[in-house]
């Protein structure tokens, strides 16, 4: 990185850091605090909802992804615009109505304490988890720039976010997410339109897909039913819809986006914007995922993108076996690079498009090849490079000062994401659990106080979680495990109260527990791919209370 790449970054993420603590300095209520004076439009909230859910993770994992299995990923968000229907036709209206902090105090007038209780510590472990990764993220992406030790990063970044957090509370996060948007938006056409440049002359946007589509990059839709394939086309209709549904119709860190909204109809249309344009938006980030596998395919790429993987073979016996396969490596790529200019020259002859898959399927071997030899090398290492694919495309081939746009587009995502993650998990923790119980009154300011310190708390909580956190299969996958883990049951408690009438608190409490074993039990002996889980716990939960209700009578009694 250059002087000028330090000069873009660093003053991206103060104007970031100082705007937010300026423009929402002196919140003197709670109703400022947590629900931003309920002043936001419909653009600030569908802006917030969307920066919300696109952390560093988004930016840094889709493009790794798509470069590695294509486009199908996109199938995982097909159930969005649906889920934003339905919470815009039933979860908001009732949420404004009853004029709530968090999405869990309805629990409470529908069933009773130890309901929202169990509710809330559920979405607390879940997204305090998930806090620390979308921190732990981005720290993975300046380490391998600067050669700093995680540790210290992950504490850069986590306090970063805390000031502006603490100072201003949902106001703080809503206005600097819009100009976080506008950075990530601007940073990734720019990469999308640089990397179609780089491409060699006569390699045109469309050939580039045609390119793409006889790698096998381009197949977006898969209407199997086959449960060993993590994305089909009805998981995410069906598994997508009801992740979606908890998570922005259930889950504080969405609620509390669109509960700042001046009326219902600003709050609906705030999300049905995010629905109309998250798809679209994933589908480009993909996009620029396998353009970068289209570029790759024309120049050199290192046998794994982990900088840390061919540190470890340069200090380990292997350093031979590895450059041999780095050879072998080199031949298929010119090899393939030959079939794909026979390809576009007489594409109708399908010898070329089996040559280019053959010699891609070739290329797996020897990566995998490597792979062995750098567990052999290091066991500590990870050999998993689907996250560093993006970023070593970014710090090998932009242009000075483009680098540091690139990585503050990520680091803007991460502080955006975790911004809002805070925040919902401070609100909760201050509205449902401590306000709740707490016997004696206590003045607006106080609340408005613990809630800076509970924020503070989570931050530092989320840090250390940083701290501990290990590279996962793809880090986008580790974020919706860990929601699809807890979502289904939380949004099979909501639905209950929303539409089972004569389920009572009892059951649905002891259900809940049930179902939460069962879900954990599930995901780690590998019942069905992740995103079936979000109706599994849903229907479980629901089906199981429904059972019990009968049993126990209405008058039973649990105590709170």
Not at 46 to 52: E, Q, Y
Not at 131 to 146: C, D, H, K, N, W
Not at 373 to 379: G, M, R, S, V, W
Request: hydrophobic residues 50%; neutral net charge; contains cysteine.
């Amino acid at each position: 990185m250059q002087t000028i790449d330090w000069i873009v970054l660093a003053g991206t993420l103060l104007f970031i850091v100082l705007y937010g603590t300026w423009k929402t300095r002196g919140s003197k209520n709670v109703q400022d605090y947590i629900r931003g004076g309920n002043e936001a439009k419909w653009w600030t909230i569908g802006l917030s909802v969307m920066a919300t859910q696109a952390s560093a993770i988004t930016f840094l994992s889709t493009p790794g992804q798509a470069f590695h299995s294509g486009m199908g990923f996109v199938q995982f968000y097909f159930g969005l615009p649906i889920a934003m229907v339905i919470i815009c036709m039933v979860f908001i209206p009732l949420y404004h109505k009853l004029n709530v902090y968090t999405a869990y105090e309805y629990l409470e007038s529908r069933f009773d304490l130890k309901t929202r209780s169990l509710t809330a510590i559920l979405f607390l472990i879940q997204r305090g988890l998930a806090a620390g990764i979308t921190i732990f993220a981005p720290a993975i992406i300046l380490s391998a720039v600067l050669g700093w030790d995680l540790t210290t990063l992950n504490v850069i970044i986590g306090i970063l976010v805390i000031i502006y957090t603490v100072s201003g509370g949902t106001k703080a996060v809503s206005v600097t997410q819009k100009q976080q948007m506008a950075i990530i938006f601007t940073g990734m056409f720019i990469a999308f339109f640089l990397i179609i440049s780089y491409l060699p002359e006569g390699v045109t946007f469309s050939k580039a897909l045609d390119i793409a589509g006889a790698s096998g990059k381009m197949e977006i839709l898969d209407f199997s039913f086959n449960l060993d394939n993590r994305y089909t086309f009805w998981s995410g209709i069906i598994g997508g819809t009801f992740l979606a549904l908890s998570y922005f119709g259930t889950d504080q860190s969405q609620v509390q986006r669109y509960l700042s909204g001046k009326s219902i109809k600003e709050s609906q249309l705030g999300l049905l914007f995010n629905g109309l344009l998250k798809v679209p938006m994933q589908f480009f980030i993909l996009l620029v995922g396998v353009m970068v596998f289209v570029f790759y395919q024309f120049n050199s790429s290192p046998l794994n993108f982990n900088p840390k993987a061919k540190e470890a073979i340069l200090n380990s016996e292997y350093v031979e076996e590895y450059e041999n396969l780095e050879g072998q490596l080199l031949k298929v790529n010119n090899l393939k690079e030959t079939s794909i200019q026979n390809y576009l020259t007489d594409s109708e002859n399908t010898i070329h498009k089996t040559a280019i898959q053959e010699l891609n399927n070739k290329d797996k071997k020897i990566r995998d090849k490597a792979k062995e030899l750098i567990k052999k090398a290091n066991p500590e290492i990870e050999t998993n490079d689907k996250d560093y694919v993006f970023i070593h495309f970014i710090l090998n081939n932009l242009p000075r000062g483009l680098i540091g746009l690139l990585l503050a587009v990520i680091l803007s995502a991460a502080m955006s994401s975790t911004a809002s993650e805070l925040n919902a998990l401070a609100s909760t923790t201050a509205i449902d659990l401590y306000k709740r119980n707490i016997k004696e009154e206590k003045t607006e300011k106080h609340y408005v106080q613990a809630s800076k310190f509970f924020t503070l708390v989570w931050g530092i909580l989320a840090i250390l979680v940083a701290c501990f956190a290990n590279l996962f299969d793809n880090l986008i996958q580790l974020v919706n495990i860990i929601g699809s883990i807890f979502y289904g049951n939380v949004l099979g408690i909501f639905l209950l109260a929303f539409f089972i009438k004569f389920v009572h608190s009892n059951a649905t409490f002891i259900a809940a527990l049930i179902t939460q074993v069962i879900v954990i039990l599930g995901w780690y002996y590998d019942w069905m791919p992740y995103l079936w889980l979000n109706l599994f716990g849903c229907v479980l939960v629901m089906a199981i209370a429904m059972i019990i209700q009968p049993m126990i009578g209405s008058n039973s009694k649990i105590s709170s």
